[in-house]
């Protein structure tokens, strides 16, 4: 089952070890006068549903996850990584995003290596960093490339999928076999970190494969898989569409409605035969062998887990050209009928249209996480957006030991990383306000330069900063996320930005700044101000008659500079009289 609240408690066995035995008449003594005490470490990491938002929950708090993905070989190597740790930490991350490859942990059939598993624990540790840990077992971007060599070699036991122009290096989805070997390693690593992590919890999360899919064709077409598509299609499924007809993604929606709305019948009488429909076979098929690795890992350890997505490519015009069977949007009904097992899908995203992306994932109530996506100016931009606009549970680009930019201290995403970790507890409470409270992002660039948005009753607008004294073009990007304070009041964070108020009602009200000033959350929580802003700091317009007509003041918070800042501003209204 998904569990989105639950709690662990571990009892600590090593407890009475090392007491020496002459004290032990004195301890029995002592326990028959008073009750034991309850031991009982941190629960394990795990997701929580408050209000709008999944969260994650890590030593009994909210937590957001400041990330960065390694490249995929980095983390086999303790020498490798030996440089990176501390420049992650100092670069505002708390969260790395490491591999775990199935060929280095099992070398040979049930004799594992956890040693990289365990310098990753202490390289995360000593610098305070947690880790969530990546999976690469049967497939990673849709190749098999990280199976072991014992298993790659073993075709006959192991098979490979087949596709109308041969067989590429892809385990079969269809195999017992190497479903079974898959989670057998999983649940061995799992184990593993259980033993070593519990109650410490370094390990906060876990993604299981990478990017699945099948590469070249719609569907795997060896002999198993074609006798698996001539089977009735599971009564689960069926349920499943039955009982979600009207909310189904549409082009799933538009097979079942083309083969007539059966409820019974092998794969092709309900879905019909095109690449589409074979698609959604094997995505079942995958969600399903997925599923029973994942449950054998949390089994051994009940760890919040994902499934990352390869993102379908504007030019890709079949299943195929993209993993075929994968998570994409729209077979992700088919994943959550089939993976009960996976807490959250999770898209990696390479493409401009990141909101666009994260809206078709981020389902209200359920968890939403971007695990790969860009570095830079682009991945501030986005880390704000998964976070302040789709309540997610953090943000992480890909390759980051080589992304961030020297000097770290003027890289975009750690400058944004050092807000974020300051403003964290406020963006964890105000994320499980519904949508139009409690918390807002924004990005912008000139094909989209401004936006109009309600927050806490109102009306706001952002755009590309061209304020009062401002150099008259445009920036390329500008970025921010505005939280609410109290009444009328906020707290904003802001590069290349300016944000202006207004009533959210019809009244006639004009809203002014009642205080704007720029500062820090010291570790405490506590805020220190820094300048009061106001005069040239605040003035975004002189042309009154135009700013009157709107009810505008003129003035506005200006983030003039791609140094991000927090500002808290206070509103107040007052008439127009006219
Ligand atoms: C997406 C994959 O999930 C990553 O492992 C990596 O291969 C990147 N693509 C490369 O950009």
Not at 336 to 347: I, K, N
Not at 417 to 438: D, F, H, M, S, W
Not at 453 to 459: E, H
Request: proline content about 7%; glycine content about 8%; hydrophobic content about 45%.
């Amino acid at each position: 089952m998904k569990h989105i609240t639950h709690t662990h408690t571990h009892t600590h066995r090593h407890l009475l070890a090392p007491i020496a035995l002459p004290a032990l008449p004195a301890l029995i003594a002592l326990l028959a006068l008073a009750p034991l005490p309850a031991f009982s470490a941190p629960a394990a990491p795990h997701l929580q549903k408050t209000g709008a938002a999944t969260q994650l929950i890590v030593d009994g708090s909210p937590y957001l996850i400041l990330g960065g993905e390694l490249h995929n070989s980095s983390s086999t190597s303790r020498d490798y990584m030996a440089p990176h740790w501390k420049r992650l930490a100092d670069a505002n991350l708390n969260t790395v995003l490491a591999a775990v490859p199935w060929d280095v942990i099992e070398p040979a059939e049930g004799t594992y290596d956890f040693t990289m598993v365990d310098d990753l624990l202490a390289g995360a540790r000593a610098v305070n960093l947690r880790l969530v840990l990546l999976w690469f077992g049967s497939w990673k971007n849709g190749l098999s490339h990280y199976a072991p060599a014992w298993v790659k070699a073993d075709t006959a036991r192991f098979p490979r999928a087949l596709t109308t122009t041969g067989t590429p290096e892809i385990l079969s989805v269809f195999s017992d076999a190497n479903r079974d070997a898959d989670a057998r390693a999983f649940a061995a690593l799992m184990r593993h970190v259980r033993e070593k992590d519990s109650g410490q919890n370094t390990v906060i999360m876990v993604q299981v494969e990478n990017e699945v899919g099948l590469h070249g064709d719609s569907r795997d077409r060896s002999a198993i898989a074609t006798a698996a598509l001539a089977n009735p299609v599971p009564a689960g499924l069926i349920t499943y569409l039955q009982k979600n007809r009207d909310t189904l993604a549409t082009p799933l929606r538009n097979l079942w409605r083309d083969a007539g709305f059966k409820t019974a019948g092998s794969w092709t009488d309900i879905l019909g035969a095109s690449p589409a429909a074979e698609e959604a076979f094997m995505a079942w098929h995958y969600a399903r062998y997925i599923d029973a690795v994942t449950a054998a890992g949390k089994k051994e350890y009940d760890l919040p887990m994902f499934v990352n997505a390869w993102i379908v490519q504007p030019s890709d015009e079949w299943p195929g050209e993209y993993p075929a069977g994968g998570p994409q949007a729209h077979v992700l009904d088919l994943w959550r009928a089939a993976a009960p097992h996976v807490d959250l899908f999770t898209p990696d995203v390479y493409l401009p249209a990141f909101a666009k992306i994260c809206a078709e994932y981020a389902r209200p109530g359920d968890g939403f996480f971007v695990p790969e996506s860009f570095a830079g100016e682009a991945g501030a931009a986005n880390a704000l957006t998964a976070i302040g606009r789709f309540r997610g549970l953090g943000y992480s680009p890909f390759g980051i030991e080589t992304r961030l930019t020297d000097p770290i201290a003027k890289d975009p995403l750690a400058r944004v990383y050092a807000l974020l970790r300051q403003l964290a507890p406020r963006i964890l409470e105000q994320q499980t306000k519904p949508a139009g409270e409690g918390i807002m992002a924004i990005s912008l660039d000139p094909q989209n330069p401004d936006e109009r948005f309600t927050l806490g009753g109102y009306d706001m607008r952002a755009a590309l900063f061209t304020g009062w004294g401002s150099r008259g073009t445009p920036p390329e990007r500008a970025y921010g996320l505005i939280i609410a304070a109290g009444p009328g009041e906020f707290y904003a964070i802001g590069a290349n930005l300016q944000i202006t108020f207004a009533t959210k009602d019809a009244s006639t009200d004009t809203i002014g700044l009642a205080a704007v000033e720029e500062g820090v959350f010291d570790a405490s929580g506590k805020w220190t101000r820094g300048r009061a802003l106001n005069g040239d700091e605040i003035m975004l317009s002189y042309d009154f008659p135009v700013q009157l007509s709107q009810r505008q003041t003129g003035t506005g918070l200006r983030f003039n500079s791609t140094a991000p800042s927090i500002m808290r501003v206070k509103l107040y209204r007052y008439p127009q009289a006219k």
